[in-house]
């Protein structure tokens, strides 16, 4: 044993981070040689995670080595991709950008953000740079095809778009999971890692764990109970769950929390007439059921109402956050031991940032709301393609792969290819970065410091850790922050004097100055880069605690529950109710934890063995279709059509398909060789950029209508076939 492993132990160090993949904030234990990674373990001694981490921490290794991840800047050219210098590099985007400007307006060049950029402490820190420089108000964001509900809800009732509350896991005795799935996700607007064991450790302790989802999901698999609900019906649930806890008594209208907001006696009507009885048949969960569930939520000793992606990205995304948070509060949930309750981070971005709005500006195109100088995702293309002033001609992405990730993709793939400049941030030439004049990537994960800004503000428990980066980066390579900066610093000259100052502060410093500022002013005297240093497992901060009315960022410090503006959106529902067609067959996503949205595809080990790409549907919607496991099956919506093999299961509800996001890597010029030979098919070629929620303008890729059509099968032995399926399967 000892002799294989001397050569390696010779140089052997350990390095101790946290792992940045997913929200889940994980400490792991990385052995290498200074060089290369040897190993990658959960971190025992990490005070949050105890030594659990998911299949996904070893990509941390792969992506380091990944031969196809970019090294330095690289052009486009009529001869394919010539990597060209940094200083080439960044001129030639700085140029570009001001040629686009200077030609057409500001707004006319446009910028995405995705989801990578807020695991990026640098490029969170730093972002505001980079923004300010561009001069334009053509922003969009993967928030709007994810959690804009959540900052929505929050701005309005606590007065700010970060002061979002989380489950107390750990010592709920009831927990409701509405439309989340967190163990592939491990856990989302819930920093939480090793949900399994959460979980699990509700059942011990006698509590219960009751999961509302169109799948029969893992989390489902191990929950007290799982109820299949209709996708894009849940606000029908919510309303039903609100009418019967005042029906049965169980408001408590005068709890401390309760007494925070003045409009608290309006709820009661709120829900006036969605009785259990009224919405049974469009949900499919009885009134029997709704009415169980609403009396064990409320007499449990503690209990919690969590809502995530299934019922923010859905057509009424806004108004069920809203219900659910309602819920919560008229439960005397909100706030207290085993409810939802506000995490006190060591650096509290509240503090630092505005606290948000609605509806300043409408996108040009389609007169969609922005959020905080964001216009939502599935205005992007139009905004590319229809011409006028102010059309885009010029993009920027950061992070972010919306040819993959947002709806109506092949609309945006079209509507990129027509740019007369684009630039992307990003490791690799993706479905999206492939469309740019220049790529300028960054840095992988192992090679900068962390301190997790974002998540730390979403833990289910209050810590703080630091990392330092574990590689140093060589001679070729910028951080993300640094590729900010140095465009700022050319696009951007005559920028105020504070902002130049702190720039030129970050780029002496590292962007760990600016951390060191948000610690000393944030709530913890004795958490200083310093201690956070001499901790490199972490430090514990101690268990959620209450928050209000402190944490309420209103200057009245009460909760404005804004009730005419989510009263409205009841018409939308009523209509919704009068028209609905329970024949439709409706689209769903879904998530696997050896994935992470539309990376981490070229990861051998994480890809490796049956293609995860598959359209899930039950064994009854499959006969009725005349599809066979396995069989290639034409799915078609409004927007588009994909061919995909089907994966017959009663994981699913009968008439609900489902097929997982971020494949489709089959796209000419694309360079990642793993994940072009596990391409498989984008549903966002399906999902649809004219299906959103009205209210708040986030996208609604759940829930989208849609027609299956089997291919190149012999339709009369498909039925028996299937049967045939399930019955072997009931056996099993
Ligand atoms: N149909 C459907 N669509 C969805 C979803 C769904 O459930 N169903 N989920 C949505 C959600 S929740 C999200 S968050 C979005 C995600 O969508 P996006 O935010 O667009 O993110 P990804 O598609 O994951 O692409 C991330 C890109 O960033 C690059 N990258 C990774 N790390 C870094 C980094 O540190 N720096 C830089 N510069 N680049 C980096 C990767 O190579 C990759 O190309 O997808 C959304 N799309
Ligand atoms: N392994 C892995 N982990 C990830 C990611 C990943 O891609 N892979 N992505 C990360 C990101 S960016 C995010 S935002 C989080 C998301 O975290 P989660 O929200 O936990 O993730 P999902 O798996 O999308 O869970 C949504 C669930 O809603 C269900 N659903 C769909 N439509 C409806 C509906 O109409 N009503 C109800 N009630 N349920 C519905 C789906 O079946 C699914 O089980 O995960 C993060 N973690
Ligand atoms: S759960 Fe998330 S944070 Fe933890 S190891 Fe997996 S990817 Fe990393
Ligand atoms: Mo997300």
Known sequence: MATTAASATDNEQIHFRTCTLCEAMCGVEIKHDGEKVLSI????????????????????????????????????????????????ALDKVAAGIQSV??????????????????????????????????????????????????????????????????????????????????????????TAPNMRQKLKDIKARNGKVVVIDPRRTET????????FIRPATDVLLLLAMLNEIYAQGYAKVDSRVAELAPEIDRIESFAEGFTPESVADITGITATEIKRIVKEFCEAESSVCYGRMGI??????????????????????????????????????????????????????????????EYPVVAMADEMLVEGEGQLKGFMTVAGNPVLSTPNGEKLNEALSGLEFMVSLDYFVTETSRHANIILPPVSPLERDHYDITFNGFAVHNVAKYSPALFSKTENEKHDWEIYLELADRLDKDAPEAMQKERAATKAFGPKFLLEQGLKYGPYKDVTLDTLIDNPHGIDLGP???????????????????????????????????????????????????SNNSWLHNSYRLVKGKSRCTLM????????????????????????????????????????????????????????????????????DLTDDTLIDQLSGNAAVNGVPVQLEALGANADDVANAVLENSADSAMA
């Open 41 to 88: 373990k959960g971190d025992k001694n990490d005070p949050f995670s105890q030594g659990y981490i998911c299949p996904k921490a070893t990509a941390l290794q792969d992506l380091y080595e990944d031969p196809d991840r970019l090294r330095g800047p690289v052009e486009r050219t009529a001869d394919g991709w010539k990597s060209i210098s940094w200083p080439e």
């Open 101 to 190: 400007q200077q030609k057409y307006g500001q707004n006319a060049f446009g910028v995405y953000l995705g989801n990578p950029n807020v695991h990026n402490m640098g490029g969170m820190l730093t972002i505001k740079q980079l923004l300010t420089s561009l001069k334009t108000r053509s922003r969009f964001s993967a928030t709007s095809i994810d959690q804009l509900p959540h900052h929505i809800v929050s701005m309005h009732l606590f007065g700010h778009m970060l002061r979002i509350p989380v489950p107390d896991v750990n010592r709920t005795q009831y927990m409701l999971i509405i439309g989340g799935n967190p163990l592939a996700s491990n856990g989302s607007i819930m």
């Open 220 to 227: 489902a698999d191990i929950a007290s109970e799982h109820h």
């Open 312 to 373: 923010s990205v859905q057509e009424f995304g806004l108004l069920s956050q809203y219900l659910s948070m309602v819920i919560n509060i008229v439960t005397g949930r909100l706030d207290e031991v085993g409810g939802l309750m506000f995490p006190n981070p060591a650096v509290d971005v509240v503090n630092s940032s505005g606290p948000g709005y609605l509806g300043k500006r409408h996108s040009r195109v389609s007169n969609l709301p922005d959020f905080n100088g």
């Open 544 to 594: 959620l605690h209450r928050m209000l009315p402190e944490a309420i960022k209103h200057a009245n410090k009460q909760i404005n529950l804004n009730v005419d503006f989510y009263q409205a959106d009841l018409a939308r529902v009523k209509e919704m109710m009068q028209q609905y067609d329970d024949q439709e067959i409706l689209l769903i996503g879904r998530r696997h934890v050896r």
């Open 617 to 684: 549907l039950h064994p009854q919607t499959a006969v009725q279709h005349g599809i066979t496991d396995g069989q290639d099956v034409r799915v078609t919506s409004r927007v588009g059509s994909v061919v995909i093999a089907a994966e017959v299961t009663d994981e699913l509800m009968p008439g609900v398909v489902s097929i997982p996001h971020g494949f489709g890597h089959g796209r000419k010029g694309v360079k990642q060789k793993i994940a072009q030979a596990h391409a498989g098919v984008s549903v966002n």
